[in-house]
T-cell receptor, first 113, second 115 residues
Framework: AQSVTQLGSHVSVSEGALVLLRCNYS??????LFWYVQYPNQGLQLLLK??????LVKGINGFEAEFKKSETSFHLTKPSAHMSDAAEYFC???????????FGAGTRLFVKA | DTGVSQDPRHKITKRGQNVTFRCDPI?????LYWYRQTLGQGPEFLTY????????KSRLLSDRFSAERPKGSFSTLEIQRTEQGDSAMYLC?????????????FGPGTRLTVT
C-alpha cells in the first residue's frame, strides 16, 4: 500500500530564509510524486510533479523538489521564503497507471517578517 | 479561465438530513474525482469517474454516500442521513484522459458542517 509521511506539521521560517519541507513515501511500484499548496478556504494548486526523467523538478513560485529513490524522499525547497508562501503544503503519491492520489497530512508553513 | 467549480461552497445541515453537492469539471476533462478533507489532514480519495462510469470507490464511501456523473459531465455527491463525522471539506478534481501522470485540477471545495 502507498503512504506519504510529511515530517513536521508546522514549519516556521523568516522571510528570505531557506524553506525545506520534508516528504517520505512508500510505494511498491514506481510512483508519481506531487507537491500541492492550499491557501485558506481554497482548493489545492499543483506546485510541481515528478513523473520520469530528471530527478530535480522545478515548479511554480520558485519551488523545487528532488526525487531520491534510495531515500524514498521528495523534499520541497525554496531558497528564499516570501510572506506570500505562507500556506499549507501537501505531498502526494500516485501509482503509475493508477488514478487514486494519496496525500500526506500536510505541513503548514509560517513566514515571519 | 474556467476551472473546476463546486456548489455550494458551504453547507450547514442538521444530523439526519440529506445533502447533495455538485461539481462541474473543466469542460474537456473526462476524469473526475471526489476527495474528503478533514481538519488538519490531507485529502482522502473517495471515488473516481471516467466519463459516466464510476471506476473506483474507497471503503470510506459508506452506503450513505452515493456519487453520480450522468452523461459524463457534472457530478453529484449525495450524503444520506448525515452524521457529525461527515463534517469536512469535500473536494472535486478533474483531469484529462491519458496518462495517470496528468495533473488533477481541484475545485474550491464544499465545506459541510453537520450540527
Amino acid at each position: 500500500a502507498q503512504s506519504v509521511t510529511q515530517l513536521g506539521s508546522h514549519v516556521s521560517v523568516s522571510e528570505g530564509a531557506l524553506v525545506l519541507l520534508r516528504c517520505n513515501y512508500s510505494s511498491s511500484v514506481p510512483p508519481y510524486l506531487f507537491w500541492y499548496v492550499q491557501y485558506p478556504n481554497q482548493g489545492l494548486q499543483l506546485l510541481l510533479k515528478y513523473t520520469t526523467g530528471a530527478t530535480l523538478v522545478k515548479g511554480i513560485n520558485g519551488f523545487e523538489a528532488e526525487f531520491k529513490k534510495s531515500e524514498t524522499s521528495f523534499h520541497l525547497t525554496k531558497p528564499s521564503a516570501h510572506m506570500s508562501d505562507a500556506a499549507e503544503y501537501f505531498c502526494a503519491v500516485r501509482n503509475t497507471g493508477g488514478f487514486k492520489t494519496i496525500f500526506g497530512a500536510g505541513t503548514r508553513l509560517f513566514v515571519k517578517a | 479561465d474556467t476551472g473546476v467549480s463546486q456548489d455550494p461552497r458551504h453547507k450547514i445541515t442538521k444530523r439526519g438530513q440529506n445533502v447533495t453537492f455538485r461539481c462541474d469539471p473543466i469542460s474537456e476533462h473526462n476524469r473526475l474525482y471526489w476527495y474528503r478533507q478533514t481538519l488538519g489532514q490531507g485529502p482522502e480519495f473517495l471515488t473516481y469517474f471516467q466519463n459516466e462510469a464510476q471506476l473506483e470507490k474507497s471503503r470510506l464511501l459508506s452506503d450513505r454516500f452515493s456519487a453520480e456523473r450522468p452523461k459524463g459531465s457534472f457530478s453529484t455527491l449525495e450524503i444520506q442521513r448525515t452524521e457529525q463525522g461527515d463534517s469536512a471539506m469535500y473536494l472535486c478534481a478533474s483531469s484529462r484522459e491519458g496518462d495517470s501522470a496528468y495533473e488533477q485540477y481541484f475545485g474550491p471545495g464544499t465545506r459541510l458542517t453537520v450540527t
